[in-house]
């Protein structure tokens, strides 16, 4: 009788594990599986990639909390016509996109890989009367000029330029601005890149936006060259361009998005500089802020909301083996968005 009572108790924790182990692959593997499968698409070439799960930013009370703060904009007659003979809206049907950035030269390509509600026989009789439509490498691609008048009007494209598109599958289309886009969908992804990519996807499997930039995309000298005055550091600039990759993540909590931003980088003694100048930058930036000139110049509550962050924000240093990585971690907090609508506050130049 008690060997009954134990068989029945066991088969009882295999039903439900099972059942357990179905209802999360059932809902939660879609989900994981459709971001693996984009990630994996993108050109293992690429200089940086940019991914974002609308479906679950959606969900957080800090994406209402951005939508209402960020500026619409304005619908032109183009893209209202989109709208009407395709029927799709990217702030209501677009659930999930991959983006990367490769670089040719002085040129740089952009290639997607976009998930979502898509009506395929509007967007293709759409697409056919904006462009062209062909056969490729055994799919169907389409071609319109990336600024175009609307279908059946006589004026003349601004721009030579296009967007090429295909339907991988029922709710997924590949992009890309580049001449050839069969091809980009064909490179092999199997080798050492795809690994570095792959283990840097996987670091950030819980952010629901992210970007990753390889070492070749200088972020250094893109910051110097946009960084206002008064917040330019050509030490940090230079760091910046040691560092092999550059990760960016971003995970709502509640009406806020932490952001954590780690750079990896071969020696530690480059680490170390870069976490001492980190720190010394946001010990800089707190001390401006509270100078004389900056406390009657800025809204108090500007000012109150850049300080919170300041104080708030974390830099470590990780020891990954053969990289050594600095991490930065901040909140952008509904405070902060409203406090960025005002000037940025300007701090002393560096020594």
Known sequence: MKNRASLGLAAAVLLLGAIAFYTYHRWSGDESSARATSLATMPTGASAIVYADFAALRQSPFAAEFFAWAPRPQIDDDYAQFLRDTGFDYERDLNRVAVAAIKHGQDTALFAVADGRFDREKIATYASQAGTRETRGGREIFSVPITSAPPNSAAVPASPRKISFTF????????????????????????????????????????????????????????????????????????????????????????????????????????????????????????????????????????????????????????????????????????????????????????
């Open 168 to 351: 991988l599958r029922k709710n997924r289309m590949a992009l890309s601005d580049s001449a050839d886009l069969a091809s980009l969908l064909s490179q092999p992804r199997t080798d050492q890149d795809a690994k570095e990519w792959r283990e840097r996807f996987e670091r950030l499997a819980g952010s629901p936006v992210f970007a990753v930039i390889r070492q070749d995309a200088a972020p250094g000298s893109a910051l110097a060259s946009r960084a206002p005055g008064g917040w330019q550091s050509p030490q940090l600039s230079t760091l910046l361009d040691q560092l092999q990759w550059i990760t960016i993540a971003g995970k709502p909590e509640g009406d806020r998005l932490r952001v954590v931003t780690e750079g990896e980088c071969g020696l530690d003694v480059s680490a170390r500089q870069l976490a001492d100048l980190l720190n010394g930058v946001l010990a800089l930036a707190q001390a401006g802020l509270n100078g004389p000139q900056v406390r009657q110049q800025l809204d108090p509550q500007a000012r109150e909301a850049y300080l919170e962050m300041l104080k708030g924000a974390d830099v470590s240093r990780l020891d990954r083996g053969e990289t050594k990585s600095v991490r930065l971690v901040f909140d952008v907090t509904p405070k902060f968005l409203q406090a960025a609508r005002s000037a940025v506050p300007s701090v002393p130049p560096r020594k």
